[in-house]
């Protein structure tokens, strides 16, 4: 390893260090008269990424919120929420935290235990309790289009990857988008493992942490009654749109107004 190499690894080491020990002290000394806004951090769940959120994000930065929408791994309920708790344990001051669809599972579990997160606002997203499974919550009630006809699985070394086929994407996924759109989501769709669409969810975080919920009516991956199961169960304040499963992204201006409606 050359020297500078060295250099650049010890740098950052540093850098890290000095983060940890900054988010500290942001957390003990906030914004004098208590007017600094929340840190959203955005969610997004199996099939996607973060850039569903771009409209969302867009408008809660034009007004004064602070945003992160990191890109969660998809490899496992457990494994993912671990990730995004660190992701949290990062960011000082009080956090509002927003999920989409399996994103939810992740919300769930990460932000159990932490005080910093104040909200937790779910967009068509899962919200289990404890033992619970995504697939669990998704044949609780009919009308889900996602089962094992409607996916493509390929190997990842130690499980399977699960894809929406080409083919029945836009009519499952987001059926309120132009067809266009969705040709290039598909196309670079995010996989879930497997393993993560069965995997037991742990104490959940709405039990001691608001929540509200935006319901999407055209669900066709997590039915709308279901929705409106795992809403009223949180005793989530809860609005509901006419869109697709992508709710934040055929409608993002109500999907921003409900976070902010929390962050408040």
Known sequence: MTTSRRSLLAGSAAVAAAAAVGTSAAQAHPTPGGTRKPTVVLVHGAFADASGWNAVAAR??????????????LRGVASDAAYLATV????????VLAAHSYGGNVITNAATGNTNVKALVYVAAFAPDQRESLQDLQTRYPGSKVDETALDFRPNGVSADAYIKREVFRDVFAGDLPKATTDVMQAGQRPVDVRALGEPSGVPAWKTIPSWYLVARKDNVFPAAAQRFVAQRASARTVEVNASHVAMISQPAATAELIERAAR
């Open 60 to 73: 809660l930065i034009r007004d004064g919120y602070p945003v992160i929408a990191p890109a969660i791994p």
């Open 88 to 95: 949290l344990a990062t960011l000082g001051g009080p956090l």
